[in-house]
Structure formats: structure tokens, C-alpha cells
């Protein structure tokens, strides 16, 4: 059957780890890089800007009560975080307008003020071709040491958006192994999953090719590239990396799947690449034939299922659910002064 056809780019790199401008930059060049080689949706691993905190599970220091050097590094952590809207968001919806494509990245999120101001956010934003915001999701459930660092998601941005390139959603990491999450994206017809990794190993592999044949949907699986040396100083390395600065604590492992699991692309390890595929979209209505988890191969008389609604937009923390979408990617427009607004009125009633 033929169907739309689109080629997709899973950008497995290096940040730079804890530097939110020279992570930007690089994104910003990679997507050019991925849009030169015809990707329409381009994709980044888990928190790339400014990259996955694999300190957590390294250094035996992070986790230590009133630890100077964990709180140094939280600290450079949030100093780097993304606000959305904000300047580095606008830079990148920039660059998704400028090339014409999708792009599905992940931030730490950080809010200007209010409510969850000390906390940040493991958030995926999805950028349509016209440079907006069109979906974020943040991470439900920081998985083991993350909590120590990232504050739980409000539900928001738990389907599929719309775009040129397709219905995309995305999960992040061991969201992957929260059954429910799964099938409240296969509900929102999902036809391209962004499932972003840190590095995609062993396990996390199965999971993303289970979640291609549970969701019968293409998956682009995304990890990234870190080292040793990249991790924050003052906190001591285990014996096996001390010394060791080019060692890979993220080695990547990216593929691109197709609906019935198996592999179109990658895996890849221990270096920076592009991957790209061309997905046939057509080849979901042919692998739906034997499974629809959502239709002929569900019981909805046995089993129910129901998704809560993020909860309306607060001062501080604010939901990233459908409130989220279609925004503008750069900072908000400040009202004009309220003498200004006051004359304006003054003259009109003239």
C-alpha cells in the first residue's frame, strides 16, 4: 500500500554538557545539518540542552545530604535550564522555521517565577515547520536518582500532535515502561514516536522496538554521546573512569523502527551520528491489520481507560498540556505601560 513517505533524523551527539548557549549553538547547526540531507522531522536524545545528568548515577557524591559539590552542580543545572517561551526556545523554533522541519528536543525546563521556580523540568518540546511551539511534555515520573534533580510532569502533552510530517508524540525514557502513558499515545492515532534516551542500551532497545509493535507506529529512538570529562567538577569519579576523561558514560545506540519492531536504521554506538530513514506511513494501516490496541484488539466492555486533564494554567508551574501548543518559540511581548494604555483610551473617547 502506498502511503506519505517522509525521512526522519535521529541527531545523536555530544552537548555541551551544563552550557546552555554552546548547546543552542549546536543544536541549531545540527538541524541544519539534518534538514541538508532531507529530514522533515528531526529528533534529539533526552534533555540534550544541556544534557543528560549522568553524575546521578556515577558519582557516588550526588546523592550525599548538604553535598557542596551535587548542589554546585544543580545549581550550574539550573542556571542553564530553558524557560518556554523564552530567548534559546525562540532560537530554536528559528531554526525549525528557517529549515522546514519537526523538531522534537528535550530541555531542563526552569519557570521564571512563582511556584516551582527552585525546580526544574525534564521537558520534550515539539517545534512545527513554522518556528511554534506545538507540544510539550514533561517527564511524569524522574526515574531512581533523576528525583534528586527534576520535579514530576503535570500529564501534560500526552498525545499525538499534528504536523506535516505526521501525528508525532513522544515519551521519555522509563515513561516507555508505564503502561498507560503507552496507550494514551496510541490512542491519539500516533503515527511517529520520538522515544528519547539517554543512551539506548539493551533494554532500552526492547523498548522501543516493543513500543513499535504495540503502537504500530514508526519509532525514532534517540541517545546521545557524554564523557567522563564532561561531568561536573568536584565530584569524584568511580575507580573504573578516574583518569579516564575520554570514557563514554552515554555511548548512544540510536535506531529508527518500524511498525512491526524491526530495525530501519541503527543501532549505533560510541560515536556522534545522524541516522536518518524514509518511513512509509503506509505501513501502518498494513501491520494494523493483525493489531489495534485501541480497536479490534481491546476489550473496552472489560477494561476502561481513562486519561485526567492536566489541571488549567497557574501563575509558576504551569501545565504543558494542549494550553501549550502553537505558541510562539520566543519570549512573550511585554503589554505597554499602563500610562501609555491609559492615553491611548483618553484619546479615543476624544
Not at 540542552?49 to 548538604?66: H, K, N, R
Not at 523540568?121 to 513554522?130: E, K, M, S, V
Not at 504495540?214 to 564523557?227: K, L, M, N, P
Not at 490496541?293 to 501563575?315: C, L, Q, S, W
Amino acid at each position: 500500500m502506498d502511503g506519505k513517505k517522509i525521512r526522519v533524523a535521529a541527531v545523536q551527539a555530544r552537548p555541551l554538557l551544563l552550557d546552555l548557549k554552546g548547546s543552542v549553538d549546536k543544536a541549531v547547526g545540527l538541524v541544519r545539518e539534518a534538514a541538508s540531507r532531507g529530514a522533515r522531522l528531526v529528533a534529539f536524545g533526552e534533555t540534550w540542552i544541556t544534557g543528560y545528568p549522568a553524575w546521578l548515577d556515577l558519582c557516588p557524591g550526588s546523592a550525599l545530604w548538604d553535598h557542596l559539590p551535587a548542589k554546585k552542580a544543580y545549581a550550574r543545572l539550573h542556571e542553564n535550564g530553558v524557560t518556554i517561551p523564552g530567548p534559546e526556545t525562540g532560537r530554536l523554533g528559528e531554526a525549525a522555521r528557517r529549515h522546514g522541519v519537526v523538531l522534537v528536543i528535550g530541555v531542563h525546563e526552569k519557570v521564571r517565577t512563582g511556584r516551582g521556580h527552585g525546580s526544574l523540568f525534564n521537558t520534550q518540546i515539539l517545534f512545527g515547520p513554522d518556528g511554534s511551539i506545538q507540544g510539550r511534555h514533561r517527564k511524569l515520573v524522574p526515574t531512581h536518582a533523576e528525583r534528586l534533580v527534576w520535579a514530576p510532569g503535570d500529564g501534560g502533552g500526552l498525545e499525538a500532535i499534528d504536523t506535516p510530517a505526521g501525528r508525532v508524540g513522544t515519551l521519555i525514557c522509563w515513561e516507555h515502561w508505564m503502561p498507560l502513558a503507552r496507550q494514551a499515545l496510541h490512542e491519539s492515532a500516533e503515527e511517529i514516536h520520538v522515544a528519547a534516551w539517554p543512551t539506548v542500551r539493551d533494554m532500552y532497545q526492547v523498548a522501543s522496538r516493543h513500543y513499535a509493535f504495540e503502537g504500530r507506529c514508526f519509532v525514532v529512538a534517540v541517545g546521545q554521546i557524554i564523557r567522563a570529562g564532561d561531568l561536573p567538577e568536584g565530584l569524584d569519579l568511580p575507580p573504573e573512569l578516574t583518569g579516564r576523561p575520554e570514557a563514554l558514560v552515554s555511548s548512544g545506540g540510536s535506531c529508527i523502527i518500524a511498525p512491526d519492531g524491526s530495525l530501519l536504521a541503527g543501532p549505533v554506538f560510541d560515536r556522534e551520528e545522524i541516522l536518518t530513514a524514509d518511513l512509509d506511513l503506509g505501513r501502518i494501516a498494513e501491520e494494523s491489520m493483525a493489531l489495534d490496541v485501541t480497536g479490534h484488539y481491546n476489550r473496552p466492555d472489560i477494561f476502561e481507560f481513562r486519561k485526567r486533564a492536566p489541571t488549567p494554567r497557574r501563575r509558576g508551574i504551569e501545565t504543558a498540556g494542549a494550553s501549550a501548543r502553537r505558541v510562539p518559540a520566543g519570549p512573550p511581548t511585554r503589554p505597554a505601560p499602563r500610562s501609555r494604555r491609559r492615553g491611548n483610551r483618553a484619546g479615543r473617547r476624544r
